[in-house]
């Protein structure tokens, strides 16, 4: 039996996808595989028995990705399984940092019992006016899975879009509209445009990049969309581009008491993929990769480890999985302890990715499990063996 704990709650339709083979168990101390959402990680105790992590959603920043892979643990996300629902609220949070929307309804609550409310709103509605977003310049940080679609979507409204990702990939370049502007220096993304959104992961790079110097090159009055991490804004910095009236409107999904102190800030509770089906794209998504690891050693989506597709398993023999530190000599000593064991090795293959790398072997016999387990655990560098 496989045990796989749920640090959130994650939807059946992922949970359901499990096969008899696996229990759902509260107890983390006999897991094989997490499946979490957005619970913090860094201060659990993982168990030696962990074999797996997925992330049912696209941020990882919950997740201690180095003691993974260190410990031989493979952390899986689900990219762009919850685009969709992102996209959608982004269009909405335009909208809100547009038109007085918030303030508007704020005031009409506010004034519920005037028996002649329907004359007041008349007088009163000027101050809520706002502007249009067609023909609007709207600027996207981060070209991914969410801000292309928001790009596109934008597009399609008349926002005249423009685009910054020094990274973006080519599936990312070849799903985004050609009238989307590339643009290479995130300074002339500030400077010229007046609506921002921001769709970066949360790592060392971008951690704190819309601070003060940021807000600064803003046109007066712009408004900022951050449906990535709280971290990425600076709250001094955003705090007093509100103040100031440099940033007219930060609407955030990312509720923090920083946040909620600041002037005009239109605060959502970490709602981007909480629609039912992005929470059931995300659910199956994660379980279906979790189990073709654990089954199979196949590692798709993976975010501390490469990809590896090692085909279907043996119909005869076992496979042997090595997560292992990508350095020289690695896979000689891994060949060469089969090769002492008398062992033919069937099919191989390795895929390395930053600092570590995978190798699975199909061999032609049951595995001499011991003997070859313990050499292959004691060379320096390997992180963890499985045998399937
Ligand atoms: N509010 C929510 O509920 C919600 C839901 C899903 C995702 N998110 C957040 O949104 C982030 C983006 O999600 P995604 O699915 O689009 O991820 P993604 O990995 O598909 O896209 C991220 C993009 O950011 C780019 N990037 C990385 N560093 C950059 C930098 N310094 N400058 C500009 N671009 C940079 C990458 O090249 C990539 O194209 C996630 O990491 C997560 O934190 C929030
Ligand atoms: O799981 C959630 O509720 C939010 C997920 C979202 O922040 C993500 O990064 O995918």
Same mark, same amino acid.
């Given at each position: 039996?496989?045990?796989?704990?749920?640090?959130?709650?994650?939807?059946?339709?992922?949970?359901?996808?499990?096969t008899?083979?696996y229990?759902?168990?509260?107890?983390?101390?006999?897991?094989?595989?997490?499946l979490?959402?957005?619970?913090?990680?860094?201060?659990?105790?993982?168990?030696k028995?962990?074999?797996?992590?997925?992330r049912?959603?696209?941020?990882?920043?919950?997740i201690?990705?180095?003691?993974?892979?260190?410990?031989?643990?493979?952390?899986?996300?689900?990219?762009?399984?919850n685009?969709?629902a992102? *996209?959608?609220?982004?269009? $909405?949070?335009?909208? @809100? =940092?547009?038109?007085?929307? +918030?303030? &508007?309804?704020?005031?009409?609550? #506010?004034?519920?019992d005037?028996?002649?409310?329907?004359?007041?709103?008349?007088?009163? *509605?000027?101050?809520?006016? $706002?502007?249009?977003? @067609? =023909?609007?310049k709207l600027? +996207?940080? &981060?070209?991914g899975?969410?801000? #292309?679609?928001?790009?596109?979507?934008a597009v399609?409204?008349?926002?005249?879009?423009?685009?910054?990702?020094?990274?973006?990939?080519?599936?990312?370049?070849?799903?985004?509209?050609?009238?989307?502007h590339?643009?290479?220096?995130?300074?002339?993304?500030?400077?010229?445009?007046?609506?921002?959104t921001?769709?970066?992961p949360?790592?060392?790079?971008?951690?704190?990049?819309?601070?003060?110097?940021?807000?600064?090159?803003?046109?007066?009055?712009?408004?900022?969309?951050n449906?990535?991490?709280?971290?990425?804004?600076d709250?001094?910095?955003?705090?007093?581009?509100?103040?100031?009236?440099?940033?007219?409107?930060?609407?955030?999904?990312?509720?923090?008491?920083?946040?909620?102190?600041?002037?005009?800030?239109?605060?959502?509770?970490?709602?981007g993929?909480?629609?039912?089906?992005?929470e059931?794209?995300?659910?199956?998504?994660?379980?279906?990769?979790?189990?073709?690891?654990?089954?199979?050693?196949?590692?798709?989506?993976?975010?501390n480890?490469?990809?590896c597709?090692?085909?279907?398993?043996?119909?005869?023999?076992s496979?042997?999985?090595v997560?292992h530190?990508?350095?020289?000599?690695?896979?000689?000593?891994?060949?060469?302890?089969?090769?002492?064991?008398?062992?033919?090795?069937?099919?191989?293959?390795?895929?390395?990715?930053?600092?570590?790398?995978?190798?699975?072997?199909?061999?032609?016999?049951?595995?001499?499990?011991?003997?070859?387990?313990?050499?292959?655990?004691?060379?320096?560098?390997?992180?963890r063996?499985?045998?399937?």
């Amino acid at each position: 039996m496989r045990y796989i704990h749920c640090l959130n709650n994650i939807s059946a339709k992922g949970t359901d996808l499990l096969t008899d083979a696996y229990e759902l168990t509260d107890d983390l101390s006999r897991a094989e595989g997490i499946l979490v959402r957005s619970a913090a990680m860094h201060d659990l105790e993982l168990p030696k028995c962990l074999r797996a992590v997925a992330r049912a959603g696209a941020g990882v920043n919950n997740i201690p990705l180095e003691h993974c892979s260190q410990k031989g643990v493979v952390v899986f996300n689900t990219p762009g399984a919850n685009a969709n629902a992102v *996209k959608e609220l982004v269009i $909405g949070a335009l909208m @809100l =940092g547009s038109r007085g929307i +918030v303030e &508007g309804i704020e005031w009409c609550r #506010a004034n519920a019992d005037d028996p002649n409310i329907a004359k007041a709103v008349e007088k009163a *509605k000027k101050q809520f006016a $706002g502007r249009e977003i @067609l =023909g609007k310049k709207l600027g +996207v940080i &981060g070209l991914g899975a969410i801000g #292309a679609q928001v790009a596109n979507a934008a597009v399609d409204l008349g926002m005249d879009v423009y685009g910054y990702d020094p990274y973006v990939s080519l599936g990312a370049a070849w799903s985004m509209s050609s009238a989307v502007h590339h643009v290479t220096e995130l300074d002339e993304l500030l400077r010229t445009c007046d609506y921002f959104t921001i769709h970066v992961p949360a790592v060392e790079e971008t951690i704190g990049m819309i601070d003060e110097r940021a807000c600064s090159l803003m046109k007066d009055g712009a408004v900022f969309l951050n449906f990535s991490r709280d971290t990425l804004v600076d709250n001094d910095a955003m705090a007093a581009a509100l103040e100031s009236g440099k940033v007219h409107a930060y609407i955030t999904d990312f509720a923090t008491p920083e946040v909620m102190r600041m002037k005009g800030a239109v605060v959502l509770p970490h709602l981007g993929a909480s629609t039912e089906e992005a929470e059931e794209n995300c659910a199956m998504m994660a379980v279906r990769q979790m189990m073709d690891y654990l089954e199979r050693g196949a590692i798709v989506n993976s975010v501390n480890y490469p990809a590896c597709d090692p085909g279907p398993m043996p119909e005869i023999g076992s496979r042997v999985c090595v997560l292992h530190e990508n350095v020289p000599n690695m896979i000689s000593q891994i060949a060469t302890a089969f090769g002492e064991a008398n062992v033919n090795i069937g099919n191989m293959v390795n895929k390395a990715r930053g600092e570590y790398a995978y190798t699975c072997l199909d061999l032609d016999q049951e595995m001499p499990y011991d003997a070859v387990k313990k050499q292959l655990g004691g060379i320096a560098g390997v992180r963890r063996v499985r045998v399937l």
